[in-house]
């Protein structure tokens, strides 16, 4: 429920401690704050008599001054001491320890994250497969303009700016299944530029990585409805904006379909993978997504039913 | 006098305006100040009714009340309405009312240009709301960050309003703080020291000069996004070799300090406030002032605690974020002069009071917050996030409108001359203090639950829906706060106890006068022996004098034009300033393709023309030297020589313009000439209208209305003449010179 403060790596935990720590200095100043008002309000409630007519005295908030003071400069020590160690920017070249065991690329496009495995060659949209319990060196950048790639349980914020690498480290202690966001406005549909990062266990990941090889061709399929589909697909221009590897659709300029079938969420979270929603996804991606890259191609049943087949065929 | 003339001024009397017409027609600042207030006041209802929408919208999860577009226009408009047309004209307001009257003046320094000032005011809301008539109100947000909000990502006209009402709001605001400042300075009545104002005014002379150096920014910014929409610049665009980020510097250089523009007035009044209604002097006057200062002075050195997560590098985050710390210092300690000052005193729980003490509590969360911010890796969590909207806010509602609220129920009575309702006043008091921290607490757990600003609609993730719920549903109370408010005021001007002159028993001089003071504000003064005047006049026994001496009056005080042509020319500085930072980020990389200052510019011929803008200062103050000396002729002929010289260097200016262009080198060729023409164009605008100045006073000379009586405006015009060829001395070394390149 509160990802922030549930960390499930290295990096999150100890900016988590860092919270925790300064949330209870907060608390203690707001309590001592909040006291010495209301002690005052209590003592001066009665309007009656001619107070002291006390003008200050230098001595008291220069003494009233040191706490503040220490409190600054230590939160201030703490946190830097914090962005020195827990080395949120990676060298762009790591060596020894410092080296990523695995390096990805994630690219944000309005309103869309482009994955890239950079070793593999694999390539996804909206979801970003690593190995558990390994450093994942994740290069951010933009295709458009200013994105924030956020996983709050498991790494800090950081922007992905046009013209700019930035770098982070992904480091997920367990397998599991972390919500990402963008969090930096960028136009009509900042809401659902969702994506999640899937840990997965090594023998999963070696799995996962084998069935997404570049490597390997998906059968020909058999369903006439979906050969049908595949005709329209690139008859009504799909590929000039989406890649399916295998294919001769190869453009990055909307997300990869290639295992589309097998995502959980369409349109940055919009809605759920299901048939009937890519079929309305197809039949009119604005009516689902305002504003969105994807025009409304004005198919008709009968072609948005092939081309989900189609699609879905692609797991 | 002719019995002719006697009925005209009768009939100039008659025809003078009245009614609604003689508001608009009015100079007097307290008219001035009161039309500020209420422009404030309309705008908080327009744009609270912007985040009553916004908060439908968001009461539930994937709801359809509003589409994207919409609301994306919703919140861009309310933070800019919220903060360019309540923060800044309510306090202009209160500046403009009180400032004059505290510090015993009869009206501010420049009542006309104070009247200019208000009017740009409305006439750039216009020109900003406007923007919904043309069916794209600006949708990137109130930061504008580009490139979402350049031509590539955002055709509409939105944008363009968005840059002209900001830049029309912005001249508004810039004059309106140089009168302020002009004022302080010389207007104080004998005996007001710099060292004895009214802690608000003191405060509001750090607000005023900080408005004058942090605008600046804001307008070359803007002038670069001007640049980039209109005539296809690539300032901000990475595949034509601009930079995405520095939109984000020049506007946080701006944006940050427009903080403590707002945190300082809320300061200033609470500081006239509690001591008021706890019968004792402020405890630590010269630390509250004083710290007011050291903000002024470090606002600048903060601005990238707004840019941790872009990844700038350990180094400036480490020294942003300590910066941070530091002005927190400043900021936080003054609450425990506020505590001392209520401590022992004789506290009356007035509503303008208990809004004060609420400031303090509220204050206090929000800067605490804000410390968690300066804290690096904690901003890299949770900024962009609901937590850093709850942050803010309490810092912008539970702090400064709070202190409005306070100031409102406090002044009400001076300006009107009836009191508002007290308990009317307690009843809108709660309502905002429940409504308030209901729909901001819960905003602080959003923000640990993952939820991203400025997003339309969520999912319905665990948790989400109920807090959207209780922070949506706790925004009645405000609005039934703020009706109850408006029918205290409604009411009490109708109906409202009589004032008098002091109902309070306060302190300061804008008290020693009727409630409404008169057109001149005084009949007579108080003598002025230290920093409560009427304190002392009223309780001679208890006399401030007597036990506390502040440094007295020397009598000094500055020519007005001056102190404005000065203030001018410090924000025009910055403004080149910056630009000039444009110029040298862009030409630095040797390897641009297409012209460059070698390849395009000749050097020799620009400089024999500079040397005609130089002469020009000499010139000038030749014919200063002989309008004092009441040489008419002479001063014609000098003045005269003036503007010759630098119609011959805006030739030269033309004359090498037409070569660039024959050469097709065009403002939207590359990065060298976008920066160029950018830069060397304002200078040029900046010369014209220094000769059109010129030309004036010399036309009047002509018709010998000019005589040495006018030697300080026209020494202000030299001062303003003066400035624009030194910027030409540092425009000609970065760029004919390139003193800046490796």
Known sequence: MFPVFQPESPQAQAIYDLFVVVLLISSAIFAIVSGLVAVAIWRGRKFADMPKQDFGSHRAELYWMIGPVIIVLWIAAISAYLVLTINAVPAVHPAGDDAPEYDLTVTGHQWWWEVRHNDS????????????????RVRVRSADVIHSFWVPQLARKIDAIPGRNNYVWLEAAEPGVYEGRCSEYCGTQHAWMNFEVYALSEEDFAKWQDSNSPDRKSPPGTDPDALAGERLFFAHTCANCHAIRGTSATASIGPDLTHLASRKDLGGGVIANSAENLRRWLKNPQDVKPGSKMPNFNLNDEQVRQIAAYLESLD | ??????????????????????????????????????????????????????????????????????????????????????????????????????????????????????????????????????????????????????????????????????????????????????????????????????????????????????????????????????????????????????????????????????????????????????????????????????????????????????????TANIFFSAMTMLIALPTGVKIFNWTATMWGGSIRLTASMLFAIAFLIQFVIGGLTGIMFAAVPIDWQFTDTYFVVAHFHYVLIGGVIFAVFAAVYYWFPKMTGRMLDERLGKWQFWLWVIGFNGTFMVQHFLGAMGMPRRVYTYADNPGWALLNGVSSFSVIFMVAGTMVLVWNVVWSLRAGAPAGDNPWDAFTLEWATTSPPPEDNFKSLPEIKGRRPLWDKNHPDYADWKSSQTPGDGGWRPSRSKACAWSFIVSEAIFFLLLLVAYVVFNTDADTDGPTADSALNVTRTAVFSAFLLASSLTFWLAERSLRAGKTPDFLRWLGATILLGVVFLSGQAWEYAGLLAQDVTVDRNLFASTFFTVTGFHGLHVTAGLIALAIMYALGKNKHVTSAQAQPFGAIGVYWHFVDVVWIFVFATIYLGVFRS
């Open chain 1, 121 to 136: 060659g694999i390539t996804g949209a909206n979801e970003i497969y690593i190995p558990a319990g390994k450093k994942v």
């Open chain 2, 1 to 314: 006098m002719s019995t002719e003339a006697i009925s005209r001024r009768e009939d100039l009397a008659e025809k003078s305006p009245w009614g609604l017409l003689s508001w608009v027609a009015s100079v007097d600042h307290k008219r001035i100040g009161m039309l500020y207030i209420l422009l404030a006041v309309f705008f908080l209802v327009v744009g609270g009714m912007e985040a009553v929408l916004i908060r439908i919208q968001l009461a539930t999860p994937n709801n359809t009340f509003l589409s994207p577009q919409l609301f994306n226009q919703l919140f861009t408009m309310h933070g800019t309405t919220m903060v360019f047309l309540v923060g800044m004209p309510v306090f202009t307001g209160f500046s403009n009312y009180l400032v004059p009257l505290m510090i015993g003046a009869k009206d501010v320094a420049f009542p006309r240009l104070n009247a200019m000032s208000f009017w740009m005011l409305p006439f750039g809301a216009f020109l900003l709301y406007f923007s919904f008539f043309t069916g794209s109100a600006p949708d990137a947000g109130w930061f504008a960050y580009a490139p979402l909000s350049t031509k590539a990502y955002n055709l509409g006209p939105g944008i363009d309003y968005w840059i002209v009402g900001l830049i029309v709001m912005g001249i508004g605001s810039i004059a309106g703080a140089i009168n302020i400042i002009a004022t302080v300075l010389c207007l104080r009545a004998p005996g007001m020291s710099l060292q004895r104002v009214p802690l608000f005014v003191w405060i509001m002379l750090m607000q005023a000069m900080l408005i004058v150096i942090t605008l600046p920014p804001l307008n070359s910014a803007l002038a670069l996004l001007c640049v980039d929409r209109w005539l296809d610049a690539a300032f901000f665009e990475p595949t034509r070799g601009g930079s995405a980020l520095l939109w984000q510097h020049f506007f946080w250089i701006f944006g940050h300090p427009e903080v403590y523009v707002f945190a300082l007035p809320a300061f200033a009044m609470i500081s006239e406030v509690i001591p008021v209604f706890s019968r004792k002097p402020i405890y630590g006057y010269a630390f509250v002032a004083g710290s007011s200062t050291v903000i002024l002075l470090l606002s600048y050195g903060v601005w990238a605690h707004h840019m941790f997560a872009v990844g700038l590098g350990t």
